[in-house]
Structure formats: C-alpha cells, structure tokens
C-alpha cells in the first residue's frame, strides 16, 4: 500500500533518536522547537502556481531531512510511525 | 441525486474505520490531530487563478484518499456521512 | 423589485427545511455547521481579477445549492427570507 | 461642495426606513448584521491594480444600494447623513 | 525645511473644526470613526508595484481631503499639526 | 567595519532630539507614536519581486529621514546607536 | 557531514559574545530585541516565485552576518551551536 502525497506535501518516515545523534547532529535540550531527522518516502508532485504551472518540488524519495518537531500529521503505515507535511517544513536536507 | 461541489471543493465518503485499519494505515492514538479515510465521489473543476484559468484538480471521483479530521462540512446523502472540503485539505491519495 | 448583487456575490433563497430532507439530504444534528439548501435567485457578475479582467461565475440564476448556515446577509424580499452571500460561500450546486 | 471618493470608495447617502419598507425590502429583526439601503452619490475612478491599470467601477452615481449596517465612514453633508465606504462594503444594487 | 513623503505616503495639515463646518461638512457626535478634513503639503512618488513599476498617486499638494481621525504618525512643522499617512488612509478629496 | 543592510532594509543613525528640534520639526508630546530623525548610513540593493527583479530603494545613504519610534533592531556601532529598519518603515526624506 | 538548507533558508554557526563586541558592534542592553552575530555556513537555493523561476538569494557561505536573536532553529552538529533560519531573517552582512 502506497500513500502519494498531494501538492506540496511529503511523506517522511521518523528516524530514531539515537540514529540521529549518530550523524553527528545533536539535539540541544533547551526550549526552543528542535528539529527532527526523518526520511523522504513519498513527494508529491508541486504546488500549481496561479498561472497553472507547477512549481516543482526540491527533495525526492529517500532523502534525509531535518524537520521541525511539530510539522505534519501523523499516521502509521505497517506499525512504522510517518508524517505527511508540507515541503516548507523541511529545514534541510542531510547528505 | 447528485452534488456537484463548486471550485476546488471535493465530496468526500467517509470510510469507516475497520476499512481503515484493513488497509494498513493505523492511526495513532495520540493528541495530534488524526487523518481520515475516505473516497472521493465528486470533485468541483478546480479554482479560477486572478488571470481567470482553470487551475485543475488532482484528485478523481474513486480516489481513496486521507484527510485531516476536522477538515469539511458535514452531508448525509440517502444516509450516508459524506464531507464537502476543500481539495487542498486532501493530505494525500492512498494507492 | 429586482436585487442585482455586486461583483461575486449571489442572491439565494432559502429553501424550508422539509424540502431539504425530500430531497434525500439529511443534515447530522452534530455541532459542526450546518450547510442549508437553497436557491440561486440572481448572480453577480463575478470578481475583477487584478489584471482588470473579469472572472465569471459558476452558479447560476435557478441552480439549487448548499451553502453553509452563517454565510451571507440575510435580506427579507416581499417576505420570503433572502441571502446575499459571496459564491465562495457556496459548497456545492445539488442536480 | 463635492466629495470626490478616492480609488474603489463610494459617497452613499442613506435612505430612511420608511423609504426602505415601501421598496418592498423588509429587514428581518434577528441578530444578524441588518443591510441597509442608500443611493451612491459620487464614486471613485476605482482602484489600481499591481500591474498599475485602472480595474473600474460597477456602482455610479444615482445607483439604489444594499450595505451592510456597519461598513464606511459616516459624514454630514448640509446636514444629510452620507457613508464614504469601498466598493466591496456593498451587497447588491437595487434596480 | 520639507518632508518628502516616501512611497505612497502624504504630508496633510490639518485644518481647524471651525473651517471644517463652513464648507458644509459637520462631523456627527456618534461613537463612529470621524473624518478630518486636511491639506495636502506633499505627497509621495507612489507604490512600487511587485513589477517594478510605479504606481501613481491620486492626491496631490494642494488638495483638501477628508481622512480617518487615527490615521497617520503626528508631525509639527513649524510649529503647526501635520500628518504623515498612507493614501489609502484618505477617504475622498473635497472640491 | 562596514553593515550592508539586506533586501529592502536600511542602516539608520538616530540624530540626537536636539538637532530634531533645530531643523523645526517639534515632536510633539501626545500619546500618538512620535516620529524619529535619523540618517541613513547604508541602504540594501531593494527587494526581490515575486517575479525575480530587483525593485530598487527610494532612500540612499546621506538622506536624513523620518521614522516611527518603534521601528528597526538596534545595532551599536562605535558605541554610536544605529537602527536596521526596512525602508517602508520610514515615512519621509527631510530636504 | 553536510546540511543543505531547503528554498530561502540559511545554515548560520553562531560566533561568541567576545567576537560580537571585538569586531566594533556593542549590543546595547534595553529590552530592544538584540542582534546575533554568526556566519553563513551554507545557503539554499533559494526561493521559487509562483512563476516558477528561482529567487537567488543574497546571502553565501563564509559571509558574516547579523540576525535577529530569536530567528531560526537550533540544531548542534559536531557540537558546535548552528541555526537554521530564513535568509529574511538576517539582517545586515557584515563587512
């Protein structure tokens, strides 16, 4: 079963904790929003601008991204925990 | 008797959430806000952009798709709960 | 005495209730919203997009539709309750 | 002495009650913001557009108006009561 | 010494109560916003719209106006009450 | 060492009261937001339209100008204070 | 390890205190929000217009900047304090 995000939106698969202070990134304890490492699973196709064109999308399946922590809905696909977000709450991309 | 929903509006079936769970998809019981399924039976023709073309809808009548919760306004048509929202309230189609 | 709404504003007559349960719609006694049925009795030329060009509307003068309760201003007409609404308000056209 | 509105306002010039009832327009006594009707006394050229073109008028003078109760700015003109409002503050013309 | 008002910006004196009555106009003692009846000293070169393009003001020195009693930041030249405000706060031009 | 404002912001240094009230312009003490002399250190290269042009800046360095109170981050340079604002938050050049 | 910020974002490693006050800038101490001073460890591509076309952004890597204090996102990498923020949140390059 697959999920094919709409417009904008992108399908992110949560990475864990500990693979993330692996990578060297660790998350400061303060209280300001901590971003979240995730993995691009599904990208929509672009938001359609006014003119009917689309604007196309800038990360593609299988990306590693850093998000904010309150970005998205959350959903479960196969018991593994997902968000579907818009693009423009991915921060960066992880190489 | 039909409803043909204006703009970038959709109407929306709800599915019901056995059907949900079947699929896959199982929504966490969290206090995030929890996307539904349901099925596409009608899509408007999509907005008008200022310079007064069609901007066409992603969605079909038939597509399963998943939505946030609070999204839409309630119908029950021949007794059935159906939603009219917005298309850009449609997180993603389910495959 | 004619009403004849301005830019994409629409002129609808309520439509009674019990018409609206004849015609295989029942609305959910729940808290959401309620859209209410009624009657296109005059349409608007619709809106002047930036460009100075016009954007025409979608409903028309006869069309039955479904419009959410708190939209548009109510305007009593000889005694038959009236509403004046931008088409936007409008969810769906009923055939 | 004229009042010239400036970009997409209008100079109305409110009728009385009585005025408003013989028209065959009875305002409802809800809690619903009541419209009222005025006559448009003077218009402006209309507003300038982004691109910097002119998007005109639909409402000219001697125009029979529908506004709601709370829009514009009110002014006394030899002792007339008058309203400065934008063009979009307006409803529906009477005809 | 001179203000040179930027964008769509206009330097207004304000002119006396007493002088506003004798043109006719008399400011309702209601709860509503009053205009102000004011000069025009200088006003700006205009907008520049999102093309780069100027957008032309409607105003110029000279002209009487009528405008919104809390628009615009307070200035004395010279002793005497200015106000530094967008066009748009300006209601109408007084002939 | 040099700022170089970004987009469409200016580096301002605030002028003391005294030379405000020299040139004429007497602040005066009611509870409205009081306008600021300043002088214009350094001025970005203008925003960036939607459409990928730049959309020069009105002010250039050398201008004395008027600004709100509350307007702009405070930057000391050389112990002198200096003001980062955007240029729409200034309100007119003094010649 | 590399982060490579999305659209208009910016990739900023905070500098000390010490180095702030050394290169000449003093952050006065009012209740003013007070600037940052980092440097641009790496820049987004940009942003995308509704049109389609890339917005270059001003900003490179290695330039150092001056952002507001409670712009961005924290994320720590190699333990060293970063933060991602919008290039509309910086607001001067130093020179």
Do not use: C, Q, S, W
């Not at 998350?27 to 490492?37: L, S, V």
């Not at 006014?50 to 604007?55: F, R, T, V």
């Amino acid at each position: 079963m697959n999920l094919k995000p709409l417009h904008d939106r992108v399908l992110v698969k949560r990475l864990e904790e500990e693979e993330v202070t692996k990578g060297g990134i660790i998350i400061p304890d303060t209280a300001k929003e901590k971003p979240i490492k995730g993995e691009v699973v599904a990208a929509g196709p672009g938001k359609t601008g006014d003119d009917g064109k689309n604007i196309p999308m800038t990360v593609k399946t299988g990306d590693k991204v850093l998000f904010n922590k309150y970005a998205g809905t959350e959903v479960k696909i196969d018991d593994v925990e997902h968000l579907v977000m818009r693009e423009d709450d991915i921060l960066a991309i992880i190489e």
